[in-house]
């Protein structure tokens, strides 16, 4: 349930910079949402289906792009990704050393919107 504030902020943002634009039809919208985020794809494009009704956004298809969660070695600095489903207490590949600051995994955002 926690996807229909997130669909909220989204689908407001995009009618604020479509009004601001004169654009009457958003097409799509691509957004990059990280690993981290228990955010539902699905669940995502079923509440903007139903909260874009009447809207320039009417009908717009969501691009989602997974990124995936990059964390820095608090020992080496090195960056590396891991698969946060997978592993429980990540160990830097370069040192082994565990521990470290999160660079990337738990944003999400619009990058950008189609239109017509």
């Not at 669940?43 to 139903?50: H, L």
């Not at 070695?73 to 370069?94: F, G, L, M, N, W």
Request: net charge neutral; hydrophobic share 35%.
């Amino acid at each position: 349930m926690h996807e229909l504030p997130v669909t909220e902020s989204i689908l407001s943002i995009v009618l604020k910079h479509a009004a601001a634009n004169q654009v009457h039809n958003v097409v799509s919208i691509s957004l990059r949402v990280g690993e981290m985020s228990d955010l539902e794809d699905e669940w995502i494009q079923r509440y903007f289906d139903y909260l874009s009704k009447g809207t320039a956004a009417e009908g717009a298809k969501l691009k989602i792009e997974r990124v995936p969660v990059t964390i820095q070695c608090s020992s080496c600095q090195a960056a590396y990704t891991i698969k946060i489903r997978e592993v429980k207490d990540p160990k830097c590949p370069h040192c082994g050393a565990t521990g470290g600051k999160l660079l990337a995994g738990r944003e999400y955002y619009i990058k950008d919107m189609e239109v017509r």
